[in-house]
């Protein structure tokens, strides 16, 4: 499994040879640096440890400038592992580019959601509204939480109630690769990533079956403006 670190701009939209509008959210790719394998013999698992971003050395704890420093690096804001045995080429302290995805990849893209704070079950667990005729008294209620005396009136774990809603990791699945561009340091994804803006993602192969497609021809504004 092949993966990298990036921060998520935002969304935009390109246009495809045929004419097609591509909605893509836009990932800025800076060059990962390798912080440390993890082999099976000495850890259980192979993977590599990426770090993105410099963080200032007064901002890291003494654990995390040492642990950087084994690969010639400033400690990093966000550090991540990547499973397998696709990226082990890779030595400690040695740069990983967004390159490493091409267009036509299938990937998967994990985040932190967008927190939404304290909602009510109707936002939060998509439950319908109440009757909204005039005398109702019940609009947006939760609704009953009885439970016939089944188990002496307790409320099971894991009942849908209000509550905090968001913030919390997710993954968009099979997403694609529409363009990678290795000299602006960015990835275009088509569709929609978890997270707010400047919020940190963690880019990986896709785990369904089918790994890439066709990659998808843009048209190039970039010649016509030059013209």
Do not use: C, W
């Not at 800025?28 to 990426?50: A, C, F, H, R």
């Not at 299938?106 to 009757?131: C, E, F, M, W």
């Not at 609009?139 to 009953?144: E, F, L």
Request: charged share 25%.
């Amino acid at each position: 499994m092949k993966g990298i670190l990036g921060r998520k701009v935002g969304m935009t939209q390109v246009f495809t040879e045929d004419g097609l509008l591509v909605p893509v959210t836009v990932i800025e790719i800076q060059p990962n640096v390798v912080l440390q394998k993890k082999t099976e013999k000495t850890d259980g698992y192979n993977s590599i440890q990426l770090g993105v971003e410099d963080k200032k050395t007064q901002r890291s704890t003494k654990p995390e400038i040492g642990h950087a420093k084994k690969a010639n690096s400033a400690p990093k804001k966000f550090v991540a592992e990547i499973r397998g045995d696709a990226m082990f080429d890779f030595e400690v302290g040695q740069e990983v580019k967004a390159d490493v995805f091409a267009a036509g990849d299938l990937i998967d893209v994990s985040g932190t959601s967008k927190g939404r704070g304290y909602t009510g079950a109707i936002v939060r667990n998509n439950q319908h509204l109440g009757p909204a005729s005039h005398g109702s008294g019940h609009h947006r209620g939760i609704g009953s939480l009885a439970t016939g005396g089944r188990n002496n009136g307790i409320i099971n774990k894991g009942r849908i109630m209000a509550g905090q809603h968001g913030g919390f990791s997710t993954t968009n699945r099979n997403l694609e690769v529409v363009k990678v561009d290795t000299e602006k340091d960015y990835m275009l994804v088509k569709g929609n990533v978890p997270g707010p803006r400047r919020g940190f993602v963690i880019v990986k192969t896709t785990t369904k079956r089918v790994k890439s497609k066709t990659a998808t021809t843009l048209v190039d504004l970039t010649a016509a403006k030059e013209e």
